[in-house]
């Protein structure tokens, strides 16, 4: 398996093709997975179950509708995108639910680390926290897309973004709570560097537990 990180901001249609040629290769044999770490400029993505009257704000930043799961959502500086490019049948993880929840997993313990505790929450995907005030807000979204049995797409984490910028959509179609960020939480954060190492710990050691 490959491990990719980068360091600069990737364009979004370029990381597109990417992912598709290397599913593409996964699925044929002929390339490895790859868990790739990736950072955009300001955009708004929607999934396959987005709903045009969440998009509050088209001329904010670009808008771009794809396949993975999901509804609208906000990438851009200082959040953390990670997409994997996993074989779900060679790791005997022919189950959809059971995969988000392994993601959601590496997730909880990558933010462990910051001494944040991540939750699930019933009926939605992605994890949360609580902030000091009680209220529970979201600080890593999930979306996939499977092609036979080959994962794409994945997790978006907010480290140290602008949260201003969600207010051109609502989340993840979720209006009664909010988003939050390390950041926010009080979490002194400029770079990609810990949580980068500490994603990885932590889906090594998810992922061999299976």
Not at 88 to 112: G, N, P, W
Not at 118 to 141: N, P, S
Request: glycine fraction near 10%; proline fraction near 2%; charge should be neutral.
């Amino acid at each position: 398996m490959e491990w990719r990180i980068d360091t600069g901001f990737v364009d979004y249609q370029e990381s597109l093709k990417l992912m598709q040629e290397r599913v593409t290769q996964i699925i044929f044999g002929t390339g490895d997975e790859l868990i790739w770490m990736l950072q955009y400029q300001s955009l708004y993505t929607g999934g396959s179950s987005a709903d045009t009257s969440e998009l509050l704000n088209q001329s904010t930043f670009p808008v771009f509708h794809v396949g993975r799961g999901g509804r609208y959502t906000y990438h851009g500086p200082g959040q953390r995108v990670v997409y994997l490019m996993l074989d779900l049948k060679k790791r005997d993880l022919c189950d959809l639910r059971r995969y988000i929840s392994l993601l959601e997993e590496v997730v909880i313990r990558a933010l462990s680390k910051f001494g944040v505790m991540g939750i699930r929450k019933e009926k939605y995907i992605g994890v949360w926290v609580e902030t000091k005030d009680g209220l529970q807000k979201k600080i890593a979204a999930i979306g996939v897309r499977i092609s036979k049995w080959v994962s794409y797409h994945g997790i978006a984490i907010n480290l140290y973004p602008s949260l201003e910028h969600y207010c051109g959509i609502v989340p993840c179609g979720v209006k009664e709570f909010g988003v939050t960020s390390l950041k926010e939480m009080g979490i002194g954060v400029s770079d990609f560097g810990d949580f980068d190492r500490y994603f990885q710990e932590a889906f090594q050691s998810v992922f061999v537990e299976i």
